[in-house]
C-alpha cells in the first residue's frame, strides 16, 4: 500500500511553500527578480536554503510559480466581478473596474511587474496571460450577441482589442505614473470601450 502523507502534515508543508512564494512575490516586487537571491528568500521567509530546495529546484522555479499564481488569481478576479451581472454594460464596467484596482501602486502583484517589466520572459509570459483572458471575455461577448445586447460583430477581435486596451492602457498609467485618478481611469475606459462596441446603439431584449 502506497504512503499517504498524513493530512496535517501536507497542511503544514503547503502552508510553508504559500509562505516562501508570498514572501519572494513582495522581494521580486521590491527588487526585482534579477536582484533576488535564494538567500535573500530564505532570510526574509526564515527558512533554510535545504528547505527551500525541498520545495523548488531554482530561483526561477520560484518565479514561475509566483507569476502562476498571479495569473490565475488574476482571472478567479474577473471571474467573480462578473458573477450576476445583469448585462454586458455591467459587465464591462465591472472587468474594467477590477483591472484598474488591481493596478494600484500599493498592490504588490502591480509592483510585480513594474520591477520585472523589461524581462523578455515576463512579456511572453504577459502575452500568454492577455489571450487567455481575451478567449474568456469572447465567450461572454458571443454571449451577449445571442441575447441581443449589440450587433453581431467579429467577438474574437471585439475582446481582444478590449482585453489588451485595458490592460496596455493601465500599464501605460503605471509605467508613466500618470496624475489620472482610479476613477478617472475607469470612467474613461468604460465610455471608451462601451461606444467601441457600440452598446449605447442596441437595446437588450
Given at each position: ?24 512575490l513582495k522581494l521580486f516586487a521590491l527588487k526585482g527578480f534579477e536582484n533576488t537571491s535564494i538567500q535573500d528568500i ?45 448585462n454586458l454594460e455591467e459587465i464591462i464596467r465591472k472587468v474594467i473596474e477590477t483591472i484598474v484596482l488591481s493596478a ?93 462596441l457600440g452598446l449605447e446603439n442596441c437595446t437588450p431584449k
Amino acid at each position: 500500500m502506497a504512503y499517504k502523507t498524513p493530512k496535517h502534515v501536507q497542511e503544514k508543508k503547503d502552508a510553508k511553500k504559500h509562505h516562501i512564494l508570498d514572501t519572494a512575490l513582495k522581494l521580486f516586487a521590491l527588487k526585482g527578480f534579477e536582484n533576488t537571491s535564494i538567500q535573500d528568500i530564505c532570510q526574509a521567509a526564515e527558512v533554510s536554503v535545504g528547505s527551500m530546495y525541498f520545495y523548488f529546484p531554482s530561483k526561477e522555479d520560484i518565479y514561475e510559480e509566483v507569476y502562476s499564481r498571479i495569473n490565475n488569481q488574476s482571472l478567479q478576479h474577473l471571474e467573480r466581478a462578473v458573477a450576476g451581472a445583469a448585462n454586458l454594460e455591467e459587465i464591462i464596467r465591472k472587468v474594467i473596474e477590477t483591472i484598474v484596482l488591481s493596478a494600484l501602486p500599493d498592490r504588490t502583484e502591480a509592483q510585480f511587474f513594474l520591477a520585472n517589466r523589461t524581462m523578455s520572459n515576463l512579456k511572453i509570459k504577459r502575452d500568454d496571460s492577455l489571450q487567455k483572458f481575451a478567449r474568456w471575455f469572447k465567450a461572454i461577448l458571443d454571449e451577449a450577441v445571442e441575447n441581443g445586447e449589440f450587433n453581431p460583430q467579429n467577438t474574437e477581435l471585439a475582446a481582444v482589442s478590449f482585453i489588451y486596451g485595458t490592460y496596455q492602457s493601465v500599464r501605460y498609467w503605471n509605467v508613466f505614473q500618470l496624475e489620472t485618478s482610479a476613477e478617472e481611469m475607469i470612467d474613461t475606459l468604460y465610455a471608451y470601450h462601451s461606444k467601441g462596441l457600440g452598446l449605447e446603439n442596441c437595446t437588450p431584449k
